[in-house]
């Protein structure tokens, strides 16, 4: 199981993660706080790809990097 950070192009909210669990990619939408960050799930997939796919479609922006 690997977590990863997405980055996407822009400012302001543009960050996003991956989990992998069970074979499924799920994409969560970080909110960055002062104190925390809250995570929306916006959905998942059976691949890497699905999961990227996801973040582009919600943020209508590329992606800048995956860590």
Do not use: P
Not at 3 to 21: D, F, K, M, P, Q
Not at 25 to 46: M, P, Q
Not at 62 to 67: L, T, V
């Amino acid at each position: 199981m690997r977590n990863r950070t997405v980055v996407v192009e822009g400012g302001g909210a543009n960050l996003y993660r991956i989990y992998e669990s069970g074979g499924r990619f799920t994409a969560y939408k970080v909110n960055v706080r002062l104190l925390s960050n809250d995570e929306t799930r916006i959905g998942s997939g059976r691949s890497l790809e699905d999961a990227i796919s996801l973040i582009q479609a919600h943020s209508g922006r590329r992606i800048r990097s995956i860590d």
